[in-house]
């Protein structure tokens, strides 16, 4: 696949970019990166995945997972590489002062910290100096190594801008190390707004919706196995509830597999099926998220809801003066609710005065809850 070809490329020192993988919630970015990290494995590189935290700095999680992609990489030079484990042993222990304690965190490494090297406090020099060592010492044994970032828009924006100047000296040097983030489809603006390079830094695959033909596979493939099928007018009612949403499909097809009573399955046993896939939906996909929410961000979110609906559609989002439409209020005034539903990963905006869900179906969900 194309990503093994990435993977050739940078094992053999030539220019390629960094990967970032962008979608809204449930469309399987989690799950792609793990099968592209399962693709580095078996080219045997050096691997190390992590979840980025609003309120985590980098260093303790990254430490932690190139920890790991040094340890599978291996090297003959045992002097070289515990020269390297000393580095990333520096810039684990190294942080600002009023970095929490779990963020000072130091992975188990028996070689003593290197001084003078990744240890400035400075996150952006000191990333650029460890995955620079890292990638050397990749190169050294005709192997690379790739770092996995899950939710990378919950970095920091220092540690984005930090990242940014990593990958980018390592692509102009040539070094056997590459980035594969997964986030929200705002991504992209956040990186460039970090670093004006940025774009020229990382191939952006965006992960939206299966088309009619991938919906249909991905219920008709795992029933053939159990030698069970589904009728065509089963699968049409399927991608009507579903719109391809991958999340939705698994959700939807493993409620109508329980309550069908044979195969084929068919449009009744979806129709059936449906209300017990809706009601597990908006308790534990839906209203886990409505339930992260203070009232006057509820408030927020069903007025988007609204103004989405009269705008005939969610996936464009709505403008934020057509959400103080809805409620009543000055724009300026709900900003605070605003800002924390951004924080909390609940809306997303990538373009200036528009906004919308990161959820798949949410202002559905909640023009069907009413006022609750």
Request: net charge negative; hydrophobic share 45%.
């Amino acid at each position: 696949m194309a990503f093994d070809v990435v993977l050739e490329r940078v094992a053999r020192g030539r220019s390629e970019r960094s990967v970032i993988l962008t979608g809204l919630r449930g469309v399987g970015k989690t799950v792609l990166l793990n099968a592209l990290r399962s693709a580095a494995v078996r080219a045997d590189w050096g691997t190390g995945k992590f979840e980025a935290r609003p309120d985590q700095s980098i260093r303790r999680p990254l430490s932690a997972a190139l920890h790991l992609a040094i340890r599978e990489l291996g090297s003959p030079n045992l002097d070289d590489a515990n020269y390297v484990l000393g580095v990333l042993r520096a810039f684990a222990q190294k942080g600002p002062p009023e970095a929490k304690l779990r963020d000072r965190w130091q992975p188990g490494i028996d070689a003593a910290p290197v001084s003078g090297r990744a240890d400035s406090g400075d996150i952006e020099i000191d990333l650029v100096e460890l995955l620079s060592d890292a990638a050397g010492l990749a190169g050294d044994v005709g192997r690379g190594i790739a770092l996995f970032i899950d939710e990378m828009q919950d970095l920091g924006a220092a540690d984005v801008s930090a990242l940014c100047a990593a990958c980018h000296e390592l692509s102009q040097n040539g070094l056997p190390l590459i980035v594969v983030g997964a986030g929200l489809p705002h991504l992209p603006v956040l990186l460039s707004a970090s670093k004006s390079y940025s774009e020229r830094l990382f191939r952006y695959v965006r992960i939206d919706r299966l088309d009619r033909a991938s919906a249909d596979q991905a219920l008709e493939h795992p029933a053939r196995e159990e030698s069970a099928a589904f009728q065509a007018d089963a699968l049409a009612a399927m991608y009507e509830l579903t719109a391809g949403y991958p999340y939705f499909i698994q959700a939807y097809g493993k409620t109508v597999w329980d309550i069908a009573p044979g195969s084929p399955i068919t449009v009744e046993d979806v129709v059936v099926a449906a209300p017990d896939a809706e009601a597990e939906l908006a308790v534990g996909f839906f209203g886990s998220r409505y339930e992260r929410a203070t009232p006057a961000e509820r408030e927020y979110l069903r007025a988007m809801a609204e103004a989405g609906e009269q705008a005939q559609g969610e996936l464009a989002g709505v403008s934020t003066a057509e959400v103080a439409a809805v409620i009543g209020r000055r724009p300026q005034s709900l900003s605070p609710a605003r800002d924390a539903l951004l924080k909390k990963g609940l809306i997303y905006s990538a373009e200036r005065g528009r906004i919308a869900f990161t959820v798949p179906h949410f202002g559905r969900y909640l023009r069907s809850q009413g006022d609750t």
